[in-house]
Each structure stands twice: as structure tokens, then as C-alpha cells.
């Protein structure tokens, strides 16, 4: 059974820094990339970063620079560390997982965990 389990969300003041962790069990294999998205209220779910098995990462704009996206092939995990947090960047974060098989492309999701940006 694949589970994706997030952790490290919480509130923080503009300006501040959060690490979001995220533990994948139940595959290991034919993975093509792992990643982070986010959805705020009333708007949909969009990327915020990605990394592939050979360590390429994309980074929404509104993120660049400020968020890295990273890896541990030997803990099967993937972590998002986020400074200089903005009141924009509040939602529920999920991680990600695309696995392909035979050419056919698989996409497992976390529960989500709550980034809120306030003072």
C-alpha cells in the first residue's frame, strides 16, 4: 500500500522559515519525480516544485528563490524548505509522487498539511 505522509506545517510570521517532510512508503521503484504542490481557498491546486530521480528541479516563479525542493533516495523521503514566507504562500501543501510503469504515468498524493502566513 502507498502512503505519502506529510509533516512540518504550521504558522508562521512573514518573513519566517518552515521545512515540510514528506515520507513515502509502499514504492520505491519507477519513480519519475517527487514534488510539492499547494492549494489555497477557492483556487485550484497548483506546483510548487518538483525534482526527478536525476536531481532536475522546476520551481513555480512565485517561489523561485525563496523555497528548495530536495531528496533522500535512501530514506524515500522529500522535503520543501521555505524562507522568507509571504501571507501568498498560506495553503494546504501536498506532496507528490509520479511513478511511471510500462509507460503509463501513476500519481500518489499525501493528506496535505496546513502552511499558514500571518502575523
Known amino acids: 500500500q502507498v502512503q505519502l505522509v506529510e509533516s512540518g506545517g504550521g504558522l508562521v510570521q512573514p518573513g519566517g522559515s518552515l521545512r515540510l517532510s514528506c515520507a513515502v512508503s509502499?514504492?520505491?521503484?519507477?519513480?519519475?519525480?517527487m514534488g510539492w504542490y499547494r492549494q489555497a481557498p477557492g483556487k485550484q491546486r497548483e506546483l510548487v516544485a518538483t525534482?526527478?530521480?536525476?536531481?532536475?528541479?522546476n520551481y513555480a516563479d512565485s517561489v523561485k528563490g525563496r523555497f528548495t525542493i530536495s531528496r533522500d533516495n535512501a530514506k524515500n523521503t522529500v522535503a520543501l524548505h521555505m524562507n522568507s514566507l509571504k501571507p501568498e504562500d498560506t495553503a494546504v501543501y501536498y506532496c507528490?509522487?509520479?511513478?511511471?510503469?510500462?509507460?503509463?504515468?501513476?500519481?500518489?498524493w499525501g493528506q496535505g498539511t496546513q502552511v499558514t502566513v500571518s502575523s
Open positions: 525534482i526527478t530521480s536525476g536531481t532536475n528541479t
Open positions: 507528490n509522487v509520479r511513478r511511471i510503469v510500462i509507460g503509463v504515468e501513476y500519481d500518489y
Open positions: 509502499g514504492i520505491r521503484f519507477s519513480i519519475s519525480a
